[in-house]
């Protein structure tokens, strides 16, 4: 499996950002899956957002109402629209499913939200 994140960058507070995670090797049709995000190398990745097969959608209280997740089954892409971002959103992004498979860890993408 490989699970590759794009869309990361530098961008001002009140800012947007799209980040897309392909897959290879598993399919987002039928399982879980999320964004998570490690804001410094000494943290544990937490969970940002997530979505069922069936299309149900849970949010971080910390992002609720600012990001939206979405997938586009035939392409195995996931996506995470993130809006009025806030320098506490600087983190480097990754997919997975949820729970998360250690495997599958990506290199992530980083978001950096200057003040």
């Known amino acids: 499996v490989q699970l590759v994140e794009s869309g990361g960058g530098l961008v001002q507070a009140g800012g947007s950002l799209r980040l897309s995670c392909t897959a290879s090797g598993m399919t987002f049709r039928y399982t879980v899956v999320g964004w998570f995000r490690r804001q410094a190398p000494d943290k544990q990745r937490e969970l940002v957002a997530?979505?069922?097969?069936?299309?149900?959608?849970t949010y971080a209280d910390s992002v609720k109402g600012r990001f939206t997740i979405s997938r586009d089954s035939a392409k195995e892409t996931l996506t995470l629209e993130m809006n009025n971002l806030k320098p506490d959103d600087t983190a480097v992004y990754y997919c997975n499913r949820f729970p998360p498979v250690a495997d599958y860890w990506g290199q992530g993408t980083e978001v950096t939200v200057s003040s």
């Open positions: 997530t979505i069922r097969a069936g299309g149900t959608k």
